[in-house]
């Protein structure tokens, strides 16, 4: 292909979820399932009686700090790319518990632990989730060990290990234990009547997010620390801590604390009597939010070499000690991750129905208690499920429905066009099977492929998945465009895997694969806002492959370089055409490589879809490690349109394509940099799998 066809080709177009991470911690992080194709998880890992599908949203992957990528590991996913097995004994649970591969274990059934005490020792790459409100573990819990990391605690009950002993000193027996763990996730667990405590996170442990969680009946709700270090970051937010006496929590030289959205109750006339609510111990750095504190003594109360800063709290029937400050440097916790405040008057009817085990649970706040169960549509090709192909799934579904539907594919390759119209939102496609690669929806139309009424499809309308609904998810799957270019050099080659032309479009855990413009981010007019975040995902292609004038985010991601139909390595990432005063492409805390030439690639260029003067293109590209594949002057004109006049810049990348500012290379200030965040992409949007 000339350069001066693949210019000209953009003028025939007529196409109509987190914070960033400071360099410190991206440069610890790489992406814990690889980067290349040979690394997409298991595909025919230990098959069992029990495995079966996970509900629809056992696979999310975490908020707070537990979403942050750093020490080896991007974020906080669990075993969503190992298999899915239903345990219903303790035999079970702790062979799948212990067990080195990635797992979905679905906890099915009240399981009672022998020996009474006994903490089952949870190895790395695990979600352990209750189906439903039927997990139950009796007598004893888990113990995450030194280097454990990515596991996922989710919708269980833990109970009743108390021996009799109010301060028991005797019995170590905790709900959750974690002695130097680093990327856990507990959440919408009822953890109660323990004999010891009901969370210890010690020995530094980091990236910790506990949340929508009800502790209750115990002594020692929630204890952090047991080292000198100041390392740990941790976010503990929406949890419901209620007739607990000490450690609600006790937070012990956490480096960040984040605190928010938290209800601490002190019921009135009872035998517990909390001796004081949230404590910052040591050198501990504290920042409170929007929390409320119910007849507690000495609700907020912290060491003289501790930090407190609070913001919009309420104080209900408190007395004693409600004390703030410290000298400890100021910290925004959304320079880490995004997250959205409940107000702090809403949060105990808020989190009295909203917390402990769900039927079905997502990953927000307020969302997760207003969101009503989803329906389900089975496909299947070998006839097992509801529908024998995914476009018939989508039929199904009736216009304008006010809640989530989740069309649940199970293995198999579905060679088909799929189109999710305007008029039913809230669906979700999400492939059951134990790795992305397991379920595949392929086309192999182009943008000069003859349509059966006459006329050709043109870029937009090549696309295997197109989608104009608001609200729309797709999860563990792969979405691919194959159509040849070498065998078809006489029509126009552009060649779209998916496009999306609406707002909230959350892609998790996906491959999108293609040639010449694999990924179409959208909206529906010019006019109009169409936001994308796409996160635990590959992107596949070599002209453009990602463009379009949506308000777009990869983040956590791979994007593989790949080289032409010819075999030569030359190509852009992206193509924006992003209207003015909107935010165009943003590329963070990913990896852009592949298997090409060095120097060969830009990352972007400037899209004027038919000539429109009036845009203003945007590709940020930040904390994001380049191979060298990239070039030194990574951005380039396109159609007589300079990238100088538009908006392109990057900020902290690493790797052997990365490089110094430059008038061709303009790297953002710091200052320029907290405005082109993730958080700042997606305003008031926070992406919740359902």
Do not use: C
């Amino acid at each position: 292909m000339s350069e001066t066809r693949s210019k000209a080709r953009h003028r025939r177009r007529g196409t109509a979820v987190v914070a960033g991470v400071p360099l410190a911690l991206i440069a610890a992080g790489t992406l814990a399932y690889g980067t290349d194709l040979g690394m997409f998880g298991a595909d025919a890992r230990h098959a069992s009686a029990a495995t079966a599908a996970a509900p629809a949203w056992a696979t999310a992957s975490a908020d707070g700090f537990a979403s942050v990528n750093a020490l080896g590991q991007n974020g906080t996913y669990g075993g969503r790319d190992g298999k899915t097995v239903t345990v219903k004994t303790l035999a079970d649970l702790e062979k799948y518990a212990t067990a080195p591969e990635p797992y979905v274990i679905v906890v099915a059934a009240t399981i009672n632990m022998n020996p009474v005490g006994k903490e089952i020792k949870v190895q790395s790459d695990k979600t352990i989730v209750g189906a439903g409100t039927s997990g139950h573990i009796v007598g004893g819990g888990f113990f995450l060990g030194q280097g454990v990391h990515n596991v996922i605690i989710r919708n269980l009950t833990i109970r009743d290990a108390y021996q009799g002993v109010w301060n028991d000193k005797e019995h170590d027996f905790d709900a959750i234990q974690m002695d130097g763990a680093h990327h856990v996730w507990i959440d919408h667990n009822d953890l109660r009547h323990m004999a010891d405590g009901l969370i210890d996170s010690r020995k530094d442990t980091t990236y910790l997010t506990v949340s929508w969680n009800k502790l209750s009946q115990e002594n020692k709700a929630f204890g952090i620390g047991w080292t000198d270090n100041v390392t740990a970051d941790m976010t503990i937010h929406h949890n419901w801590i209620r007739e607990t006496e000490q450690r609600n929590p006790s937070t012990d030289n956490v480096a960040h604390a984040h605190l928010y959205n938290n209800y601490l109750e002190d019921e009135a006339g009872t035998s517990i009597t909390a001796s004081y609510g949230n404590y910052s111990r040591g050198k501990t750095n504290m920042v409170l939010e929007n929390s409320y504190f119910q007849g507690l003594k000495n609700p907020v109360t912290r060491d003289a070499t501790a930090t407190v800063v609070q913001r919009g709290n309420v104080f209900s029937g408190t007395s004693g000690r409600n004390e703030s400050g410290g000298s400890g440097a100021a910290w925004d916790p959304k320079k880490y991750y995004a997250y959205t405040l409940d107000k702090a008057a809403d949060v105990p009817a808020l989190l009295k129905s909203g917390v402990g085990p769900r039927t079905s649970i997502g990953t927000t706040s307020t969302a997760t208690t207003k969101a009503a169960a989803a329906t389900t549509l089975t496909v299947a090709k070998d006839g097992s499920g509801q529908y024998t192909s995914v476009q018939a799934a989508v039929n199904a579904v009736p216009a304008n429905n006010p809640s989530r539907v989740v069309i649940a594919v199970k293995p198999g390759t579905y060679r088909e066009l799929v189109k999710v119209p305007s008029n039913k939102p809230h669906v979700t496609i999400q492939g059951t099977g134990g790795s992305r690669k397991d379920t595949t929806i392929v086309y192999n139309n182009a943008s000069g492929t003859p349509k059966p009424g006459g006329g050709t499809y043109g870029t937009g309308g090549s696309a295997t998945v197109a989608v104009d609904a608001d609200d729309f998810q797709a999860r563990n799957l792969t979405i691919s465009n194959d159509f040849d270019e070498a065998a078809h050099q006489d029509i126009a080659n552009q060649a779209v895997a998916l496009r999306t032309g609406a707002d909230k479009i959350f892609l998790d855990g996906v491959i999108v694969s293609g040639d010449q413009d694999t990924l179409l981010v959208d909206t529906a007019s010019k006019d109009k806002l169409g936001r994308v975040y796409m996160t635990n995902s590959y992107v596949i292609g070599n002209v453009d492959f990602i463009f379009g004038r949506a308000t777009a985010v990869i983040d956590k991601s791979v994007i593989t370089l790949k080289k032409r139909w010819n075999g030569t390595s030359a190509g852009y990432v992206t193509a924006p055409s992003t209207a003015a005063n909107r935010k165009g492409i943003l590329i963070a805390n990913s990896t852009v490589n592949g298997d090409v030439s060095d120097r060969s690639f830009h990352l972007g260029r400037p899209w004027h879809a038919g000539g429109d003067a009036s845009l203003d293109p945007q590709t940020t590209v930040r904390n994001t490690t380049l191979s060298a594949a990239i070039k030194t002057t990574p951005w380039t004109d396109m159609s007589g349109y300079s990238w100088k006049d538009d908006r392109f810049a990057e900020y902290k990348n690493t790797g052997a394509g990365s490089g110094s500012a430059s008038s061709d290379r303009p790297l953002l200030t710091d200052a320029q940099a907290a405005n082109q965040e993730v958080a700042d992409w997606l305003g008031d949007w926070t992406p919740s799998a359902s």
